[in-house]
T-cell receptor
Framework: GDSVTQMEGPVTLSEEAFLTINCTYT??????LFWYVQYPGEGLQLLLK?????DKGSNKGFEATYRKETTSFHLEKGSVQVSDSAVYFC???????????FGQGTRLTINP | EAGVAQSPRYKIIEKRQSVAFWCNPI?????LYWYQQILGQGPKLLIQ????????DSQLPKDRFSAERLKGVDSTLKIQPAKLEDSAVYLC??????????????FGDGTRLSIL
């Protein structure tokens, strides 16, 4: 079945550091790929998405590129802020379905 | 636009008791989802409704969990009887359009359930 694997957390960085959170997936066909963010005590918010190979999703300084050849969708940000501290989830949605399949999440802490 | 509303925010019960959660989706959203998020894991879909019909309940433990969306708007999820492993955050989400459309899902803040 479809699955998503994220890099193990927690990840702790200093403010203005470069961020990469790795995400790889297993799916049949060409899924849509997503990054969601969950701030403490809140629900999930869509951060960015990509729906086909080589698409780049971007939002709030975060970027991720849909790489079909490596089945990856790594999240990057050039300069993180304390306010980026949250749990980040990579997810996929298979063609013709609405169900999201999530990775286990990566907790990110940014120190000032 | 108002977001997805869930209540209660927190619930503590003893094992073998029953509990119910309520969700009011964004107005006009035809599709409603219930996810279970166990600590340290990503959310897992329990059930998906299209209006008041069930689209997918393949991962719902039907011996103890039930859900309904009688008028195609708000929904309730019930657990009876609760087990220790049901401790989790229960997330409700909704989306515009049919079950196979490309519309994004909008999530509520969740109900955190603790089983003693």
């Amino acid at each position: 079945g479809d699955s998503v694997t994220q890099m193990e957390g927690p990840v702790t960085l200093s403010e203005e550091a470069f961020l990469t959170i790795n995400c790889t997936y297993t799916a049949t066909g060409y899924p849509s790929l997503f990054w969601y963010v969950q701030y403490p005590g809140e629900g999930l918010q869509l951060l960015l998405k990509a729906t086909k190979a080589d698409d780049k999703g971007s939002n709030k300084g975060f970027e991720a590129t849909y790489r079909k050849e490596t089945t990856s969708f790594h999240l990057e940000k050039g300069s993180v802020q304390v306010s980026d501290s949250a749990v980040y989830f990579c997810a996929l949605r298979s063609p013709g379905a609405q169900k999201l399949v999530f990775g286990q999440g990566t907790r990110l802490t940014i120190n000032p | 636009e108002a977001g997805v509303a869930q209540s209660p925010r927190y619930k503590i019960i003893e094992k073998r008791q029953s509990v119910a959660f309520w969700c009011n989706p964004i107005s006009g959203h035809a599709t409603l989802y219930w996810y279970q998020q166990i600590l340290g894991q990503g959310p897992k879909l329990l059930i998906q409704f299209q209006n008041n019909g069930v689209v997918d309940d393949s991962q719902l433990p039907k011996d103890r969990f039930s859900a309904e969306r009688l008028k195609g708007v708000d929904s309730t999820l019930k657990i009876q009887p609760a087990k220790l492993e049901d401790s989790a955050v229960y997330l409700c989400a909704s989306s515009l359009g049919g079950p196979y459309s490309n519309q994004p899902q909008h999530f509520g803040d969740g109900t955190r359930l603790s089983i003693l």
